[in-house]
């Protein structure tokens, strides 16, 4: 079965940090790209990151560009997401999904002014 849990999530202040997890289990972790995607109350679900487990290439969005860093520990099969310089407007679910569609059920990310 396969399954990817977030984790990390809470509450900080604007210019905090937090550092999200991912764990992925149920499929060859290093054939599939993982990204994390969020989605604010009202607004649309919005890419934040992605990264290509075979060849550790990623990609960040501009809005996120400079202040996430998405990385993977292959060996625990397991993606990150390192944020800081949090703002109020990264205020979101996050979610992690895999190249076939399966995602998480996301970490709840609650950033104060």
């Known amino acids: 079965e396969v399954q990817l849990v977030e984790s990390g999530g809470g509450l900080v202040q604007a210019g905090g940090s937090l550092r999200l997890s991912c764990a992925a289990s149920?499929?060859?972790?290093?054939?599939?790209?993982i990204a994390w995607f969020r989605q604010a109350p009202g607004k649309e679900r919005e890419g934040v990151a992605c990264i290509n487990n075979s060849d550790g290439s990623t990609y960040s969005a501009d809005s996120v560009k400079g202040r996430f860093t998405i990385s993977s520990d292959n060996a625990k099969n397991t993606v990150y997401l390192q944020m800081i310089d949090l703002k109020p407007e990264d205020t979101a679910v996050y979610y992690c999904?895999?190249?076939?569609?399966?995602r998480g059920q996301g970490t709840q990310v609650t950033v104060s002014s």
């Open positions: 999904a895999n190249d076939a569609g399966s």
């Open positions: 149920g499929f060859t972790f290093d054939d599939y790209g």
